[in-house]
């Protein structure tokens, strides 16, 4: 296990029970839920011995069955009780280890293990006993599959590591484990499949993370923004997952996995653009819908980020563009409204996002309230009232809906689709131009953990897993930008389905 | 890297000098001008009709009024000016559907009214050019209560289906069409003449023939047809013809059309051939004779090729009548000959006399319909 924040403590145990007794009592403090029990082992030689474990991170049940029964019923022996005979011969647990130093006997006693002390040892049993309330595995609400696994990570470290173990049955399997926060010690894990990921980049994951030093991590979200390549840029450069599957085929591209305890958010870097694009059903079903949806996709960031940009470039510039009869359409919609366009949308698009907000955090029938006020009064009304034009709700639900389809990049097309409405509004389609000059200049220069983040389209290499997906016997190489070692074909020649064989 | 940031923002605060929100107008904001017409007045001023378009908010959707407004100035701009007289002037162009010569103006020389047209990108190059039998105002302020449409949108659709669907009564000419054919040698320029009949509706009535120019004259129906004809630009007509028996008349449709110059010379003598490959169907027979027999077939076939050539040949003396060329003769020769038409170019309405037109005509019958005799009583 890699300390990156080792608790700032020294010394170690000494014969005298009491003794020791007094130090750890010294650093964990008073006000603490840590409970002593001492008791004495073995009639004859009688041996006070004293148990230290942090309440509620232990099962109670472990200790009772397993520890404590054992050593009470040591019968009377004609010899010494020493702790390795107590280890290998009594307690029935399966994870134990013999330590001396105060600093690791601190850190695994609040990490739910309990700590056996001997009169007359120098050294302290730590018997792994933890055991917590913990969520069980259910689908994860952020990425919902029609088809697919159900399954989805949960809080608790060790369970994410075996879902995903199970996934990835092979000795290459890679886990390293760090300590990150001052405060929180929060256990993390860097994943990875030891013959498929650019070496470069687990080392550089590896050095990320042992270069943050702040008090505590709670979420992955923490990682991710202490070690992302352009942390001025709107758009992330750190995946994120709650499916085991997906992770899971990301490691299968070459990509490394982060874990974090506490978190049921998985990352994995680095992180392309057409990565963005993708949903783990693309894979599971038929190549052409799939591809057809992979399409949508595309349009729907398109929509999405410049859709009222261009709404807005052509109502106040360029309306020889519409057609004569959307022309009068849209003018006599727009007829005896209050607000300009640039406005129109604008207030509108804010009240989305407040809506949008509310509907996130309120409880859920709350929540629904918001929805039925949101679509009624303010599209309906609003529009019935002349306050805003019908052509605008359009194009701001539309846009909102389309954001929704490209789901990791909501975010940054939110925040450039206000850029673009606003170089439209002062600009017109030059202002457009503008903007797309400066957004696709910008996606070129970015890189994810040295990985350009346009691969594979600018560098390009095979392209059949981006604007479409192709069917999955034509997917044979494996994308090499990602996955540096190891073999370039993740397939044999021969998987095209064949026919049957004339008999 | 402060340094460049500063310094891409000033690069980027310089662009806002080239363009701005100077001419941003809100599309609700505009006076929408569907129609425009021209006309010349006696004291030598343009007089300017625009048609423009009220729309206004329904129930559901929208519906359209429409209202003209004539305003007079020196030249064409000065009277768009002066359209700020009666309204806010923030007009848009972009869906003008045709523009009207009157015929007084289609007198003066075109140079007093079309630059503006050309010179502004206001104006679409699609849009369609037509020359009015008396006052242009008079047709767009024809009164059309119970339609949405605006009356320039009505002439606008008179002339959309001309090209592919009509009968070769005219010919749609787009503003770019009219320039094109305006600079180029050796070509007449010609425009559609639409007029009011008794009723109140726009009818067309012919071509107009430029030259030097002016309009001088006119085709009729026959003289514009066989000038569409021979310029291989008709697409859709319908040709009447006598059987063998001269008792049965036949309608044959028109269903394609290869037209090809060919210009030779000969001891100075300028030969053009146009030769013609047109593909026709029976349409319709009056009479009960069976014109499906061979020398049937090929006696209607010679028929249309006469009608085609009279037809084409009373354009040619039209031609030679004005002094115009609407053939587009003089062009062809500059592209086969271009060292004849050194020599001719010159004198090149006079020279139009001695040239020697011919025409061959290829005629083919395709089809019958689904009959291929009339149906007739038998008791």
Redesign the interface.
């Given at each position: 296990m890699g300390n990156t924040h080792s608790l700032d403590i020294t010394g170690t145990l000494t014969e005298d029970l009491a003794e020791n007794l007094a130090k750890i009592n010294a650093i964990m403090g008073k006000n603490n839920e840590m409970i002593q029990r001492e008791i004495i082992i073995g009639g004859k030689y009688g041996q006070t011995a004293c148990f230290l474990y942090l309440d509620g991170l232990i099962d109670k049940r472990t200790i009772s069955d397993f520890i404590l029964k054992p050593l009470q019923n040591i019968a009377v022996d004609e010899e010494k009780i020493t702790l390795e005979n107590i280890s290998k011969s009594f307690i029935s647990t399966v994870e134990i280890e013999e330590a001396a130093e105060l600093k690791v006997i601190i850190n695994r006693l609040i990490n739910g293990f309990t700590v056996l002390l001997l009169e007359g040892n120098a050294e302290a049993l730590l018997i792994e006993t933890r055991g917590w309330e913990k969520r069980s595995i259910t689908e994860p609400s952020t990425e919902v599959v029609v088809r697919g696994p159900r399954e989805g990570f949960v809080e608790n470290l060790q369970t994410n590591i075996a879902l995903l173990r199970r996934k990835l049955k092979h000795p290459d399997f890679t886990l390293e484990r760090f300590v990150v926060g001052r405060y929180t010690q929060t256990n993390v894990a860097v994943v990875y499949l030891r013959s498929l990921a650019d070496p470069n980049v687990v080392k550089e994951v590896k050095k990320r993370i042992e270069k943050i030093d702040i008090d505590g991590i709670f979420e992955s979200g923490y990682i991710e923004q202490l070690i992302e390549d352009n942390p001025y840029s709107v758009f992330a450069t750190v995946g994120n997952s709650e499916k085991p599957d997906k992770v899971a085929a990301k490691m299968l591209e070459g990509r490394v996995a982060i874990m974090v305890d506490g978190s049921p958010i998985v990352l994995t870097v680095p992180l392309l653009f057409v990565e963005t694009m993708q949903s783990s059903e693309d894979y599971y079903s038929r190549p052409y819908y799939a591809a057809f949806v992979r399409l949508i996709r595309y349009i729907s960031l398109f929509v999405s980020v410049w859709g009222p940009g261009i709404y807005v470039a052509i109502i106040c510039f360029h309306q020889e563009l519409l057609p004569y009869e959307l022309s009068l359409t849209i003018s006599t919609a727009d007829i005896n409204t209050p607000f300009n366009a640039v406005l129109g949308i604008f207030i509108l698009g804010i009240i989305y996002e407040i809506l949008r907000e509310a509907g996130v955090r309120l409880p859920r029938p709350a929540g629904e309230a918001v929805s039925i006020v949101g679509a009624l009064v303010i599209g309906q009304t609003a529009v019935a009232a002349g306050i805003i034009s019908a052509p605008v709700v359009i194009v701001v639900a539309g846009t909102a809906i389309a954001s929704f389809v490209t789901n990791p990049l909501t975010d940054s097309g939110t925040m450039y689709r206000i850029i673009f409405l606003i170089l439209a509004g002062v600009l017109g389609g030059f202002g457009i131009l503008i903007g797309s000059m400066f957004f696709f200049g910008h996606l070129l220069s970015l890189k994810s953990f040295g990985v350009p983040y346009l691969a594979p389209i600018l560098p390009t290499y095979s392209l059949r897993d981006t604007i479409v997906r192709f069917p999955l016997w034509m997917l044979d190489k494996r994308p090499t930008y990602l996955a540096t070692s190891g073999s370039k074909h993740r397939q044999a020649k021969n998987q095209k389905p064949a026919k049957e064989a004339k008999t | 890297m402060k340094k460049h940031v500063i310094f891409a923002l000033l690069v980027?605060l310089l662009?806002?000098a080239?363009?701005?929100?100077w001419?941003?107008?809100?599309?609700?904001d505009?006076i929408?001008g569907i129609g425009t017409a021209y006309d010349f007045t006696e004291d030598g001023q343009i007089e300017l009709t625009v048609e423009i378009?009220m729309?206004?908010?329904?129930e559901q959707?929208?519906s359209?009024e429409t209202k003209t407004i004539t305003v007079k100035g020196a030249t064409v701009i000065e009277a768009v000016q002066n359209l700020s007289k009666v309204t806010n002037n923030q007009f848009?162009w972009?869906?003008d559907q045709v523009l009207i010569i009157g015929e007084e103006l289609s007198k003066q020389p075109t140079n007093i009214y079309i630059d503006s047209w050309n010179r502004s990108h206001y104006i679409?190059p699609d849009v369609y050019i037509t020359i009015s039998k008396g006052p242009a105002k008079d047709i767009l302020n024809v009164e059309n209560k119970d339609s949405l449409n605006s009356q320039a949108k009505e002439i606008a659709n008179l002339m959309k289906g001309q090209i592919s669907r009509g009968n070769g009564f005219s010919y749609t000419i787009l503003q770019k069409d009219l320039f094109s054919d305006m600079m180029t040698e050796g070509a007449a320029a010609i425009l559609p003449i639409i007029e009011l009949n008794e009723k109140k509706e726009v009818e067309l009535a012919g071509l107009a023939v430029f030259k030097d120019n002016t309009v001088v004259g006119e085709l009729d129906s026959t003289e514009t047809r066989g000038l569409l004809l021979a310029r291989g630009l008709l697409q859709s007509s319908v040709f009447l013809v006598k059987d063998k028996t001269e008792t049965n008349l036949v309608v044959l449709n028109l269903l394609g059309l290869k037209q090809k110059y060919q210009v030779k010379e000969k001891d100075g003598k300028v030969e053009i051939i146009i030769k013609l490959e047109v593909k026709s169907a029976i349409r319709e027979q009056i009479g009960y004779e069976d014109i499906l027999q061979k020398e049937q077939i090929d006696w209607l076939n010679q028929a249309l090729a006469e009608l085609i050539k009279a037809e084409i040949l009373t354009t040619w003396e039209k031609e030679k009548e004005l002094k115009a060329d609407v053939l587009h003769l003089g062009q062809q020769i500059n592209r086969y000959k271009p060292k004849i038409w050194q020599k001719l170019r010159e004198d090149w309405p006079e020279n139009i006399q001695k040239i020697t037109l011919s025409i061959e005509v290829k005629t083919q019958i395709l089809f019958q319909g689904d009959i291929n005799y009339p149906i007739q009583y038998k008791n």
């Open positions: - | 980027f662009l806002f080239l363009v701005g929100c001419d941003s107008v809100e599309i609700s505009m929408i378009l729309p206004s908010k329904q959707g929208y359209v848009t972009a869906y679409r």
